[in-house]
């Protein structure tokens, strides 16, 4: 009995998720869903990735530019 219900569950919990990831694609094909906008602009981008290689910190840096220490690593490391 207990392994019907399991089955039955499972099962739709697999329509579900079909169901979300058509809403989603309709979402985006009318617009809905966005992406968030970058935190800088892209001339201040390349200002941020030119500095750290001449020696400021990065904790200074972040701060200067009103960003996360994190979203200062995701930057340099996009930029490779």
Partial sequence: MLSVMGAFAEFERALIGERQREGITLAKA??????????????????????????????????EFGISRETLDQYLKADG
């Fill in 30 to 63: 009318r617009g809905a869903c966005r992406r968030r906008r970058k935190a800088l602009s892209p001339d201040r981008a390349r200002e941020l990735l030119e500095r750290p290689a001449v020696g400021e910190q990065k904790t200074g840096l972040a701060r």
